[in-house]
């Protein structure tokens, strides 16, 4: 189907009129098609989602404890609260990492107050003091503790403020207090700009007048920093590794398979490196004012956008990084040319319908498109304005764009657009997949990857092509029901 | 070259190869670690029975539970009726939760709304968020009924159900007679099988009809069952008997849904109509206690109908639930089950040298690991450890009276309220043969080596095992597959290294 600009218009509005006429009112301006020469995708974002309407949104405690702290492995991230929200979060993100779990590393483990009634009623705070007790006793390798508190917390009027600096001093650890409960904000955004808050008001504070040798660092001319990689599936290795063969030095990962000391570190680069700038600018905005780091946004998803970020990253320092940069662009070429002649016939011309967080609903544009492939809707699931801006950098004209898609817009968008592939996520993976549409997960790379870096884009190319040109598509319809 | 295009290699192998194992020496260097002695050190202790006292000792942290919370009962009740979506009063992000962990284990798509709720409605109350939600999902997504249940936040700011949805139908929400069942399911209360009760009730509640004479039906309640497909077997059973029943509520299709190309959003199979009149059945029979209390005892109270609990699990359980049957129906066990009731012994016999005396350690829900005893008992194999987090006295009781009928029960200890953590010390201090639980038994097993027979919920790691049925004669034997294979599948692995261990390498076993 090649529906036209203003096809695709109406029908944007077919899709609304299911709505009553309050919630149509609100969902319309979330929906768009990317006009020609506009620097903006021109739908309203980082809005209330509204009430029964399905939306893919998580909350602050997701992003505070799913996506930012949770992956600093050497920590210990105690759900507080009720049983539910650490549980339903427990070991589910693949965040990859090092270490013995249980011991020294605690990323695949929940750990939880698990309130009861008499909590709600008399306040949780003695019981938090306790857990962070039983904690240093039970797992004293831990370099510290976070506590990403959940709704009834912030409703109580407990105060985990003071129970963490109370208990830093008794225990000589860092206690950070994350105040992420799940009905602030509109998303898991929110949580994601708390937990940068935190970062900055609970460890950096102090920790920036530690002096290097005390976090076992010596400064190098070459020192950079990754912020807001989360190691999902090796993701953040793929990338490091082509990072240190153009000469630099990564001296902390922040949070995917980060340890607390490299969160320390982290402003004592020369340059910090932003993956997923949705849930981490906060804070490198914040190096930047304070401690004169200045960032940069990179695109580590197929062959064109990582010659082009490694380029750019390479501008930032000398000749002898500007040379290695096009001496690994080079090397890399003909791994990316085998795995462009291999898969790019069986995908040119595909479809493709995106909807996802953070970052990639921009960021792997490319690579679909270095396969021959076509991204003909994106949409974020809590992006803001910015993040809009940057899309039309990636997007063709013409592309649908749905901010916050609500489950039966993006249904009625796959029926009537009729894409050859959807990437999103696990919730809306099996509602594609029983229209026989082909689907990859695009948070959890649907348990594959790494899909950064080059040898990720090799990967991806595989699983887009596994996907795509699976014979079981094929047995959907019985043979005697087909026309 | 990190990639050959012939094969690529994902994390499973790529992060082995040697520049990968370099990255990650280099990485190191910033983590400012623990060194290798004192990690090894540690890890040591924490295998000791120094360790397993202080860890026993916990008062306040729970470490790896293994339970949820009551919200994610709810929406599983309520999937089973016919045109029902659930709808959760309260923040959203328990919604997102919800639907990802049940999505994950039956790879179905799961259909579940918010109220989306914020800080706003967290000053003055959800009512606003409800009348739009309400509203919102009834025009969307044209269900037959929405069936309510809240999140935590809801509950500690006291949003009164009742009332708001009585508000919500006079601003138009949805008709004044369509179906709005709820339940208050505060996460800080119970498990997720209080969930299940409680919007079972809430839901039987609002549905119930006019009494009539009788319907001469029996009704089955299935509890917090994830093996979905039982009901398919329950069904077939109750035929095979020429039993008319209801079940309340059926969601095999939920969970279990054909892929024919079409996306069908609503896959309850027990009508409205028949939860209705489910008041005129003769007696309720649930198939699990701990999950069907609080509707057990409205159905007596109010319908003043009987209820039995009877667990068709195992060859013990299957008997007494069809002799009850029997008993109340006045219809005979038709040869047909005793022909499964014997192929399934016969099963058992076959399988049972290698079982027998097998020490094993079992994690699960009040009801499944009732199920799981019985049949282990009567396969001759031996409970050490029963861990149930969600554990109450009537349970610890109803295990206790269970294992005491067996010789090869006598070993057990049943720790109620304790974790996966807890379980760790217990596996490494007194270590036992196999270990039956959920996917994150695989984190036990990779620490302690013991192997892990997964059943339970959820399983995320496995794919189909919740389609096959666990039910009757016929689950008797998927479950014994499922465990004596594990058995057999570890004594390969533990026989084949060549020309070590491989003398017992049988190709017979």
Not at chain 1, 74 to 93: E, K, N, T, V
Not at chain 1, 416 to 424: C, E, G, Q, T, Y
Not at chain 2, 236 to 257: E, G, K, Q, V, Y
Not at chain 2, 295 to 306: G, K, N, S, V, Y
């Amino acid at each position: 189907m090649t529906a036209t600009h203003d096809e695709k218009r109406q029908m944007i509005q077919e899709v609304l009129e299911a709505y009553p006429d309050k919630a149509r009112k609100k969902r319309e301006k979330h929906l768009n098609v990317i006009e020609e020469g506009k620097s903006d995708c021109g739908v309203k974002s980082n809005i209330k989602s509204i009430p029964g309407v399905m939306t893919t949104r998580g909350c602050a405690f997701a992003g505070a404890k799913g996506v930012v702290w949770g992956p600093v492995k050497d920590m210990i991230h105690i759900s507080h609260g009720p049983i539910g929200c650490g549980y339903y979060s427990w070991a589910g993100r693949r965040n990859y990492y090092i270490g013995t779990t249980g011991v020294d590393t605690f990323g695949t483990m929940q750990f939880t107050s698990d309130f009861q009634e008499r909590d709600i009623v008399f306040g949780g705070d003695k019981k938090l003091a306790k857990v962070i007790d039983e904690l240093e006793t039970l797992f004293p390798l831990s370099q510290g503790i976070t506590i990403e508190s959940e709704c009834p917390v912030g409703l109580i009027g407990d105060d985990i403020e003071a129970v963490a600096r109370k208990k830093a001093k008794e225990i000589g650890k860092s206690v950070v207090p994350v105040r992420c409960e799940g009905f602030r904000g509109v998303s898991q955004s929110l949580g994601h700009h708390i937990a940068n808050d935190t970062v900055r008001d609970w460890v950096f504070a102090k920790s920036d007048k530690v002096p290097n040798e005390e976090l076992g660092f010596t400064p190098s001319p070459y020192d950079v920093s990754v912020i807001g990689d989360y190691n999902i599936g090796g993701d953040a290795w793929s990338s490091r590794i082509l990072l240190e063969e153009i000469g630099l030095r990564v001296i902390s990962q922040f949070s995917g398979d980060g340890s607390f000391n490299e969160v320390k570190l982290s402003h004592r680069s020369k340059l910090n490196l932003i993956h997923c700038y949705r849930s981490m600018n906060y804070l490198c905005k914040h190096m930047e004012e304070t401690y004169g780091v200045p960032w940069l946004e990179f695109n580590f998803f197929g062959p064109t956008y990582i010659a082009k970020s490694l380029r750019k990253i390479a501008e930032r320092f000398d000749d002898t990084i500007r040379a290695k940069a096009e001496a690994v662009i080079a090397k890399y070429q003909p791994q990316c040319d085998a795995v462009i002649a291999k898969y790019r016939p069986r995908l040119e011309g595909k479809r493709v319908l995106l909807m996802v967080g953070g970052l990639r609903p921009r960021h792997v544009i490319p690579a679909f498109r270095d396969l021959g492939m076509e991204v003909i809707g994106t949409g974020y699931e809590f992006g803001h304005n910015d993040d809009y801006k940057l899309t039309t950098e990636y997007t063709d004209p013409g592309t649908v764009i749905y901010d916050d898609v609500t489950g039966y817009e993006f249904e009625e968008f796959a029926r009537k657009l009729k894409p050859d592939l959807i990437a999103s996520g696990i919730k809306e993976k099996y509602v594609f997949q029983k229209m026989a549409l082909p689907f990859r997960q695009m948070h959890s790379w649907d348990y594959s990857g790494p899909y950064h870096g080059y040898d990720g884009f090799a990967i991806f190319a595989r699983d887009m092509d596994l996907a795509l040109n699976s014979p079981t598509w094929g047995l959907v319809k019985a043979p005697w029901q087909q026309a | 070259m990190s990639q050959n295009v012939e094969q690529i290699n994902d994390h499973v192998r790529l992060f082995h190869q040697p520049e990968y194992q370099e990255l990650f020496a280099r990485k190191r260097e910033f983590e400012n670690c623990h060194s290798p002695e004192e990690v090894a050190r540690v890890a040591e202790w924490t295998k000791s029975w120094d360790y397993r006292e202080k860890n026993f000792a916990r008062e306040a942290l729970t470490v790896n539970p293994a339970k949820a919370c009551q919200p994610l009962g709810a929406i599983f009740a309520a999937s089973g009726f016919e045109g029902t979506l659930p709808f959760v009063h309260g923040s959203q992000g328990c919604v997102a939760y919800f639907r990802t962990h049940l999505t994950r284990h039956f790879k179905e798509p799961f259909s579940a709304v918010s109220s989306s709720m914020t800080e706003d409605a967290a000053v003055f109350g959800g009512l606003k968020n409800m009348i739009e939600g309400l509203a919102n999902c009834y025009a969307l997504y044209k269900p037959k009924m929405i069936a309510l249940c809240t999140t935590c936040m809801a509950e500690v700011i006291g949003d009164d159900l009742g009332a708001f949805i009585t508000t919500s139908k006079n601003e138009g929400s949805v008709p004044q007679d369509f179906p709005v069942p709820y339940a208050h399911t505060p996460s800080f209360v119970g498990s997720h099988i209080t969930g299940y009760d409680n919007m079972l009730k809430g839901i039987l509640l609002e549905l119930q009809g006019p009494r009539t004479e009788g319907n001469g039906k029996l009704n089955f309640i299935p509890g917090f069952d994830t093996y979905v497909t039982n009901n398919r077997e329950l069904d077939r059973i109750l035929n095979l008997m020429d039993i008319p029943h209801t079940i309340l509520a059926d969601n095999s299709d939920s969970f279990d849904s054909p892929n024919e190309g079409e996306y069908v959003m609503y896959n309850g199979k027990t009508t409205l109509a028949e939860a209705a009149d489910a008041v005129n059945a003769r007696a309720t029979i649930a198939l699990q206690a701990y999950s069907t209390e609080k509707t057990r005892a409205f159905i007596e109270q109010e319908w003043q109908q009987p209820t039995h609990v009877c667990r068709p699990f195992g060859i013990r359980g299957t008997d007494a639930f069809l002799m009850k049957l029997s008993e109340l129906t006045g219809k005979p066990i038709p040869r047909q089950l005793e022909i499964e009731r014997g192929r399934a012994v016969d099963a058992m016999t076959d399988s049972q040298a290698w079982l027998h005396g097998k020490r094993f350690a079992i994690y699960g829900d009040p009801d499944l690991v009732i199920a799981l005893l019985s049949f282990t008992l009567e396969m001759g194999m031996e409970p050490v450890h029963i861990v149930v987090t969600n554990s109450n006295e009537g349970f610890e009781q109803e295990a206790k009276a269970l294992l005491d009928s067996y010789p090869n029960g006598k070993e057990a200890t049943i720790w109620g309220g304790r974790d996966l953590w807890h379980l760790r010390s217990l596996l490494f201090t007194e270590p036992v043969d196999l270990l039956i639980g959920n996917s994150y038994g695989k984190f036990l097993w990779r620490d302690t080596k013991t192997p892990l027979v997964r059943i339970g919920y959820p399983i995320f790691d496995r794919h189909h095992l919740h389609r096959y049925t666990t039910l009757g004669y016929q689950g008797a034997i998927n479950l014994l597959n499922w465990i004596v294979n594990t058995v057999l599948d570890e004594l390969d692995r533990q026989t084949n290294i060549t020309g070590k261990t491989d003398i017992s390498f049988d190709l017979i076993r």
